[in-house]
T-cell receptor, first 112, second 113 residues
Framework: DVKVTQSSRYLVKRTGEKVFLECVQD?????MFWYRQDPGLGLRLIYF???????EKGDIPEGYSVSREKKERFSLILESASTNQTSMYLC???????????FGAGTRLSVL | GESVGLHLPTLSVQEGDNSIINCAYS??????FIWYKQESGKGPQFIID???NMDKRQGQRVTVLLNKTVKHLSLQIAATQPGDSAVYFC????????????WGLGTSLAVNP
């Protein structure tokens, strides 16, 4: 089974803090994704990475950056957290060929 | 029962009934479609997929139907069970960009015992 692990289920941070969300996959997938999920808005793509050290902006990259130093790990960084970044964050990875993405359990981030 | 996707309506069905969840997709160039199930507190989980050269695909208790003429996708769940209660998302993949998925907004399915 594909396993995508997000390091934290719940995080509470203060406005202005730098926040790191970590994601690890164990299936040697080349592509990894970060989404945020908000009620009524579905899943919105923040960034994705198609190889080590490669990244591409998604639909809502503002306020976020990412890091992919190793194939199995994809990190989402909030340089200066703001209250409007309170959300559920989902990481996914994808096998080649079909675009079936496998998701972690999510990190619920609250920025106070 | 039936519902239309792209916003988050709630479909409520009785245990044992069949459920139909609908999705109107946006891009006529999309050539691949996926249904995901998201249970409370979990990430989305792949259910079934279909390519645009097919109009029907069956899995275990689930069937996906694709009508390219009207850009409509549906997920049918047979003999719905309480464990089917979740939010269901459709997603489409454009032939020109096979890395990104375009997601529907989801439909919440509630199964009454």
């Amino acid at each position: 089974d594909v396993k995508v692990t997000q390091s934290s289920r719940y995080l509470v941070k203060r406005t202005g803090e730098k926040v790191f969300l970590e994601c690890v996959q164990d299936m040697d997938h080349e592509n990894m994704f970060w989404y945020r999920q908000d009620p009524g808005l579905g899943l919105r793509l923040i960034y994705f990475s198609y190889d080590v050290k490669m990244k591409e902006k998604g639909d809502i990259p503002e306020g976020y950056s990412v890091s992919r130093e190793k194939k199995e790990r994809f990190s989402l960084i909030l340089e200066s957290a703001s209250t409007n970044q309170t959300s559920m964050y989902l990481c996914a990875s994808r096998v080649g060929g079909k675009n079936i993405q496998y998701f972690g359990a999510g990190t619920r981030l609250s920025v106070l | 029962g039936e519902s239309v996707g792209l916003h988050l309506p709630t479909l409520s069905v009785q245990e044992g009934d069949n459920s139909i969840i609908n999705c109107a997709y946006s891009n006529s160039a999309s050539d691949y479609f996926i249904w995901y199930k998201q249970e409370s507190g979990k990430g989305p989980q792949f259910i079934i997929d279909i390519r645009s050269n097919m109009d029907k695909r069956q899995g275990q208790r689930v069937t996906v139907l694709l009508n390219k003429t009207v850009k409509h996708l549906s997920l049918q769940i047979a003999a719905t069970q309480p464990g089917d209660s979740a939010v269901y998302f459709c997603a489409e993949n454009s032939a020109g960009n096979n890395r990104k998925l375009i997601w529907g907004l989801g439909t919440s399915l509630a199964v009454n015992p």
